[in-house]
């Protein structure tokens, strides 16, 4: 018996250019074991090859101590080895208890025992302190519980180590707590746990040991009690000038005449009377718990969802958005949430999808630009950003989940709005291009631009914002100016209370 689930030795996987560079990675029986590194570094591909989704070009894999072939999904599976990618993949019309089962139905008779399999998944499920009925849709679930359920059905296929990519990233902070009694349950259970988060903090919670992948190499590996923010930062970092997150007093006019005026905006029932400003140059941060609308105001300002009531002016001019192409036309941009889905032709390539609001019918402006131009455009983007791809022909899908969303930031740069609307634009974004997307903001308000700016981070709020809007279920409960923020415990706080 090994002391380790999960040995891979020399691992080599070339692309166009070599990603892994002979990588040794092991995890012990019960921990659960961080693997970070900067956006590109390899960590999804690492995990892709364990889990027979991708062929490695060199090493080999050990499972318990013995060598393990692993050429697909089901050799995986064989090996106990199951991954929650970070796009869920149950399938949304089944329910729970079908997405458990899907792949091995339980049959009585020659029909499908679908009393059997409900009551299995409930077993299963309540051992893991999932509520949730077994006959439930799961397109109607949260994307918290989904993910729950899709860890529920890697256990009762009896996994005994599993990948979490990036897993909370789209999670509220409720659902965050409940994904790590979770985890701490499973590991109670011995099962290893890979954790891949570009959120150090929740690295520092919940993982017992630590890797630190750095251009297909492994930087550093230790047990979590000896390394701390600064040191994990530093090796993922080494050589290259790490930018800090501190809040940097920017001056704009204030007395100027607003930019955006937003009054008894209307979005829904809850959502029903929101009033606000934006000056030109200023970063107006909303802060606030997860479903406390923050979302939804930005997708109404950009013609996304039906304003109700409420007037939006620009300058003073009452204008109408009743759909994005009005809202796109009138200079506003939304960098959304849910940036692969939304923000994305994953066919296409870098550079498609960089001038591609620029191409669109949508924009009326005639701002289109010559081949020669587009290049350079988007060359600078990928510098700027530091975006990591072989060249700018390359196929979007085929780029790291992080870089895909810098191309997402980069193609509504490019248009140049009057007011741009960022929300969570760095998840899943490595410390580095935070810096640099925190960096960036500033720069278009110092252009005079408006900026609304929606973040779950509250250090990244306080590092770039001049004002605060406190939103609690749909109401705005306060107006924080940033220079009378003394510290981040003020603002944590202020978004707890209801009114
Ligand atoms: N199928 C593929 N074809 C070509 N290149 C690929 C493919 N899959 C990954 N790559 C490249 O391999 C590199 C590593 O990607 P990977 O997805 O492993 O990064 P990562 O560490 O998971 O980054 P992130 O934190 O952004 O998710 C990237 O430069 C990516 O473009
Ligand atoms: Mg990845």
């Known amino acids: 018996m090994s002391d380790y689930a999960l040995e891979m030795r020399r691992i080599e996987k070339s692309f166009a250019v070599p990603v892994l560079k002979g990588v040794d990675f092991a995890v012990k029986k019960g921990e659960v074991h961080a693997l970070v590194g900067g956006n590109g570094a390899g960590k999804s591909t690492l995990m892709k ?217 209307k979005v829904n029932d809850s959502i029903a009377d929101i009033s606000f400003s934006l000056k030109p140059g200023e970063i107006l941060g909303f802060a606030g718990l997860m479903g406390s609308g923050r979302t939804e105001i930005l997708e109404t300002l950009f013609g996304r969802r039906r304003m109700l009531d409420g007037v939006v002016k620009l300058s003073g001019k009452k204008i109408s958005l009743n759909n994005t192409k009005d809202a796109i036309n009138a200079g506003f941009a939304l960098i959304p949430e849910d940036r692969r889905k939304q923000g994305l032709v994953l066919i296409h390539t870098v550079k498609e999808n960089a001038i591609l609001p620029r191409v669109t019918r949508l924009c009326r402006k005639k701002l289109f630009v010559d081949e020669k131009q587009a290049n350079e455009m988007v060359e600078n983007n990928v510098k700027e950003l530091n975006i990591i791809t072989d060249n700018i022909h390359k196929r979007i899908n085929l780029l790291s989940g992080g870089n895909q969303q810098k191309v997402v930031l980069a193609k509504w740069l490019n248009m140049k709005p009057e007011i741009i609307m960022l929300d969570e634009p760095t998840a899943g974004v490595d410390i580095g291009a935070k810096a640099e997307i925190i960096d960036l903001i500033r720069k278009l308000a110092n252009e005079k631009k408006g900026v609304l700016f929606v973040s779950s981070e509250l250090t990244e709020l306080m590092a770039v914002c001049d004002r605060i809007i406190v939103l609690y279920d749909g109401r705005i409960t306060g107006s924080l100016s940033r220079r009378e923020l003394k510290a981040e415990e003020e603002l944590q706080h202020a978004i707890q209370q209801k009114c």
């Open 49 to 265: 090859i364990m889990t027979g989704v991708y062929s490695k070009d060199a090493g080999e894999i050990f499972i318990d101590g013995k060598t393990a072939v692993i050429n697909n999904i089901h050799d995986a599976n064989r090996y106990g080895i199951a991954m929650i990618f970070q796009e869920l993949s149950l399938i949304q019309t089944m329910t729970v208890a079908e997405n458990i089962f899907l792949g091995d139905e339980v049959t009585k008779n020659g029909v499908r025992d679908t009393a059997y399999m409900n009551r299995r998944s409930k077993e299963v499920l309540s051992s893991l302190g999932i509520n949730v009925e077994p006959n439930t849709i799961v397109g109607t679930l949260s994307v918290g519980m989904s993910q729950m359920v899709e860890i529920a059905k890697a256990i009762a296929k009896e996994a005994k180590i599993l990948v979490l990519d990036e897993p909370t990233a789209s999670l509220s902070d409720s659902e965050t707590e409940h994904l790590f009694r979770l985890i701490a349950e499973l590991k109670s259970k011995g099962v290893s746990m890979i954790y891949i988060s570009h959120r150090m903090n929740e690295i520092l919670k919940v993982a017992d040991s630590i890797t630190i992948l750095r251009d297909g190499l492994i930087a550093h590996t230790d047990q979590i009690e000896n390394m701390d923010l600064n040191s994990i930062i530093m090796h993922m970092l080494k050589n290259k000038e790490g930018k800090k997150f501190d809040w940097v007093e920017r001056d704009y006019d204030e007395q100027a005449p607003d930019l955006l005026t937003v009054e008894h905006l």
